[in-house]
């Protein structure tokens, strides 16, 4: 199996996370991360998984990076010297979202003794 997937999910990963944290303005006290990057073996499209916290704005940040896509598109061109490169979807990441569930539940059930 060939490694270049898992070695461009990496890269854009990071490339992604740096460019984000630096030159998107996201509203105050906002965590955004990026858990994971999953691309199609034929490099047609990558998702972008992302993690929001408070998670009540998660919404809003997933708008305000597809309304930058196009800027972000543009950067990661400029950073990498790949073709072909992914197109960007950027993707609520629901499994930590369902892991903090667990956790609160587990908490509850917890205190409950």
Do not use: C, H, W
Request: charged fraction near 35%; glycine fraction near 2%.
């Amino acid at each position: 199996m060939s490694k270049r997937i898992p070695r461009v999910n990496q890269l854009l990963k990071k490339e992604l996370g740096q460019i984000i944290l630096k030159e998107i303005d996201f509203p105050k006290d906002v965590l955004v991360t990026i858990t994971r990057v999953e691309t199609l073996p034929n490099l047609s499209e990558s998702r972008v998984f992302i993690s929001v916290f408070p998670e009540k704005i998660s919404r809003e940040i997933l708008e305000i990076l597809r309304r930058e896509i196009y800027f972000l598109q543009q950067k990661i061109n400029k950073r990498l010297k790949m073709r072909p490169l992914p197109r960007l979807l950027f993707v609520l990441e629901k499994m930590t979202v369902e892991a903090g569930r667990i956790e609160e539940i587990l908490e509850k059930l917890k205190s409950k003794r």
